[in-house]
């Protein structure tokens, strides 16, 4: 991954340790999340860890876990993006549901339904339909300036009810070999998921890290108005990365539809963009915006679908997924909460200094990277007045711009 | 964000940071007399935005009675507080939370606690009242928890009461995963009896008690230091704390409130349905949050009536009672037109909050 450490440029210097440095990065708890489930399942099933290659093809717990995370992760390297920009993204389920409905509802009318057109007809206009729905939420969000999170939650609502519309209430079915090839198929022994998806981060980590759009999109999450009147056109940025999530869960909703054979506009993707959050958010990455960290996201979808297929594994009924993710989830913010580190004897990270640009005391935000990174954070729980230290407005405000 | 003009002149909160309020001062024509006369009135434009959620309502009543024939009874629109009772009053607790500017995602998930907490428990012969304490309780220390959570870590609110949704869900699933049905006495007597009104019209006990929860909230959000402290905290958090107002008990007590309203709308969930069920209320937190927005409460908090939350319930319940009595559409235009009405309702707020709100 090419991606910066999360830890702030301040922390970097000389005088810190690795041991330091690493203590402050909030991805480091991920991974460490992630390697105490793996710790676990190598315990409790040591079956868990095997690979097999059969048919030219890789079998596993482990495969597994990669392919069915696909979808959430591709949407969460979207999601990545949008959170730089201090913003978020509801709808993303609900342009999945589309997106699989116009599809398979294009594959099932067609008069050849098996033939390799009419899926790249399908393909494409369920691509598009992606891409107007993204135009559409980033132009709420950049044009007319509304909270993106009430912004998307229009689509949110009323997508899931467009996605009907398309199917007419039905569950499609269709048989296509390139949506089966989609759904199930294999590039050189690996499942086409993860390839695709493999390949979408590639591009946006080298897109991001090696050029300046990276920097470019943390500025307008610091803060849109500076960011603009430094030279940066905050406006096309935000409204670019609305586009691309909405792209890339176009492209999650044609793994999902095409991995079941079925278009189901009430279910397929439900509760997705949560998952991508968490993901986002479990990697790090603050929901206030202006950094962000791609392995973090790649590591906390990894932490949210292998928690999955641990719970399955064990036997245990699937109702049980979502307390397990929700303790899981409890325990790493918990670990990132900068009081509770500060708590725990550290030295915690400045995560609040000039009021303008202090979202919150969230697991890490860009603004602090000029902050002395050896000031003991107060671990009072009264928020020390005039410090910034007092979360959550200049942030909300920022984002209605 | 304008500093919210329901609060006495000595609580006013300054503006923050980022330039001066604009005023509508400048502006000439009728608009900028409209606006002027909006700021005159006692609560400036949460008045103003309530009164656009009212005529909307009384317009989708209006044309669905001109529509359809037996639209226009009076105990048609009784029955839209009868069927939304639990939407009601999740929408106070969530109006609590959006005016300090944050956002409880749990509700929904509490709401289907609340009602296999009720179911399992009655099932396993507690008498009622202790249900109902109990699953009140619950619902109150979730909110608890999740308040300390935001306000003493400082995590966000959206993801806090996210972990928050998928615990609730969890223990749900933990206690019973089919459907419980509710036979006990007690709650089946209030489901069953009603409050007669004259004209031979009635309200259930739910939906009666949700206009109780409705006045309560609007009294402690106008009328007790609490309330004016969480339009405070909406309006400038930062300011409210160098006011010396009780930023983190309100802060924490506004999650309190959600999460024992949540359980609240649980229970009156379980006495209309008689059952409890861990899928119970899929979504629910995002009609409520609709609701909220459609009657005017800004996102950003510090400007907002509980009134205009209950009548965003009762716009929802219309556009779903229309689309009842048509027949020929289809559930899935509820979800079209709320998804619609709720951009209207945004780009509203938008137009009206442009030149008194943040500079951009």
Known sequence: MTDRPASDPASRRPADGLLARARRSPVLWAVAALAVLLLFNLVANPGFFALRFQDGHLFGNLVNVVKNVAPVLLIAVGMTLVIATRGIDLSVGAVLAISGSVAFTIVEGADDPSSGGTAALAIGVALAAGLVLGAWNGFLVSVVGIQPIIATLVLMTAGRGIAMLITDGNIVTAENPVFDWLGGGYVAGVPVQIVITGLVLLLVAVLTRRTALGVLIEAVGVNPAAARLAGVRARSITFTVYVFIAFVAAVAGLMVTANVSAADANRAGLFIELDAILAVVIGGTSLAGGRYSLTGTVVGALILQTLTTTVLTMGLPDEYIRLFKAVVIIMVFLLQAPRVRAALGRRGRRSATPPSATPDGGAGTAASGSAPPDEVRPASPVPVPGTGDVPGRPAQQEVLR | ?360
Not at chain 2, 110 to 138: D, F, K, S
Not at chain 2, 206 to 226: D, E, I, N
Request: glycine share 14%.
């Open chain 2, 1 to 360: 964000m304008t500093v919210s003009d329901t609060r006495p002149p000595e609580e006013q909160v300054p503006a923050p940071p980022g330039g001066p309020p604009r005023t509508a001062t400048s502006r000439t024509g009728w608009q900028g007399a409209v606006r002027r006369w909006l700021r005159s009135t006692s609560t400036g434009s949460s008045t103003f935005s309530v009164l656009v959620t009212a005529v909307l309502l009384v317009v989708l009543f209006g044309a669905g009675s001109i529509r359809y024939e037996n639209f226009g009874y009076p105990q048609v629109a009784l029955n839209l507080l009868v069927d939304n009772a639990y939407l009601i009053v999740l929408a106070v607790g969530m109006t609590f939370v959006i005016l300090t500017g944050g956002i409880d995602l749990s509700s929904g998930a509490v709401v289907a606690l609340g009602t296999v907490m009720a179911a399992r428990l009655l099932q396993a012969g507690w008498p009622a009242p202790l249900v109902i304490a109990v699953v009140l309780a619950t619902g109150a220390l979730l909110g608890w928890l999740m308040g300390l959570a935001i306000h003493g870590l400082q995590l966000q609110p959206f993801i806090v009461t996210l972990a928050g949704m998928f615990l609730a869900r969890g223990i749900c699933f933990a206690i019973s995963g089919p459907s419980i049905p509710i036979q006990d006495d007690w709650f089946t007597a209030v489901a069953i009896n009603v409050v007669e009104l004259p004209g031979g019209t009635f309200l259930s006990y739910g939906a009666v008690l949700a206009l109780v929860v409705v006045a309560v909230a609007a009294y402690v959000l106008h009328r007790t230091r609490f309330g004016r402290t969480v339009y405070a905290i909406g309006g400038s958090e930062s300011s409210a704390a160098l006011m010396g107002l009780a930023v983190g008990r309100t802060k924490v007590g506004v999650y309190v409130i959600s999460g024992f309203c949540s359980a609240l709308g649980g229970l009156l969930f379980s006495v209309y349905i008689l059952s409890g069920w861990s899928l119970h209320g899929i979504g629910l937190e995002l009609d409520a949050i609709a609701a909220v927005v459609i009657g005017g409460t800004v996102l950003v908090g510090g400007r907002g009536l509980v009134l205009g939350s209950l009548l965003g319930v009762l716009v929802l319940g219309t556009i779903k009672a229309l689309i009842d009595f048509d027949g020929g559409l289809n559930s899935w235009w509820t979800k079209i037109t709320v998804g619609v009405l709720l951009l209207v309702f945004v780009v509203l707020q938008r137009v009206t909050g442009r030149r008194s709100g943040t500079a951009s």
